[in-house]
C-alpha cells in the first residue's frame, strides 16, 4: 500500500464516527416520520373526533360488546362495555374522571381518583401521548433499538410533566407502533401496562391500530383484546356526552 493510500485511509477512519453520528436517528426526526406515516400533520390537524365500536374479549373468552368516544377538545373520552343487559361506562370530560360498574352492583357513577382520570385521558386521546409530546411539555428521548418478534424496532420513550412514562417501540419499515409500555403511579403505587398495537386501518386519513391487547407487567397470559370492526371520524360530540351522570339521590 502506498503512503498515499495510507493516507486515504486514515482519514477516512477519522470521519467515520462523525459520519456514523450524523446518519443515527434523532428522537425529533423519528417523530416527525411517526407523524407522516400515521397521515401527517394536515389529516391530524382535521381530525376533531373519533368512534369506535367492536368486542371487548377477557380471558376465558369472555366478550363484551365496546364502544368508544374520543374528542380533540379538552381531549374528554368515553367509554362502554356491555354484556347481557349491564353496561360498564367510564368518561374523562376534560377534568376529572368517572365510572358506572354495574358488574360490581354499582348503578350510580363514581368519581375517579387523579391518577386514574389522568390514565383514562391518555388513552382516551385522539392523538394518544406521542404525538401530542410536544404540544403538552413533554419530553421524548430515543433509546436505540430493540427486537420485538424479530423486528429491529425503534424506542421512543415520553416523560410526561407528572412523571408518567410511555415507551413506544415503532416498526421501521412503517414508522406505525406495534407495541407500547405505560408506567404510571396509581394511587401510590407503580403500575406497569403493556400494549400490543396491529391491524392498521385509515380513518379519515390517518392509521389507528384496530386490534389492542393489554396486560399487566408480568402476567401476559391474562391479556385482554380490544377488536375494532367500524370507526368513524369527525362523529358530533357534546360535553354532555362526557360528563359524569348525576345520581338519582343527588337530583333529589
Known sequence: MTLKAVAALAAAIALAPAAWAQAQPTAESLLARHIDAL??????????SVEFDGELRFPGDF???????R????GASRTEAALQGLTLTQGFDGKSGWRINPFQGRKDAETM??????????SGSVLGPLVN???DGSAVSYLGREDFDGTDAYRLKVVQKDGDEFVYLLEPETMLAIKMTETRRIRGAQQVTEYELGDYEKVAGVYFPMSIESWQDGQSSQ????TI???????PVT??????????????
Open 229 to 235: 370492526e367500524k370507526a368513524v371520524a369527525n362523529v
Open 71 to 74: 374528542a380533540r377538545e379538552n
Open 63 to 69: 366478550k363484551l360488546t365496546y364502544k368508544e368516544v
Open 39 to 48: 397521515g401527517g400533520q394536515q389529516a391530524l390537524a382535521a381530525l376533531n
Open 113 to 122: 381518583s387523579a391518577d386514574e382520570a389522568r390514565s383514562i385521558a391518555d
Open 239 to 252: 360535553p354532555a356526552m362526557f360528563a359524569q351522570p348525576v345520581s338519582p339521590s343527588s337530583a333529589k
Open 223 to 226: 391479556r385482554q383484546r380490544v
Open 133 to 135: 409530546a410536544k404540544a
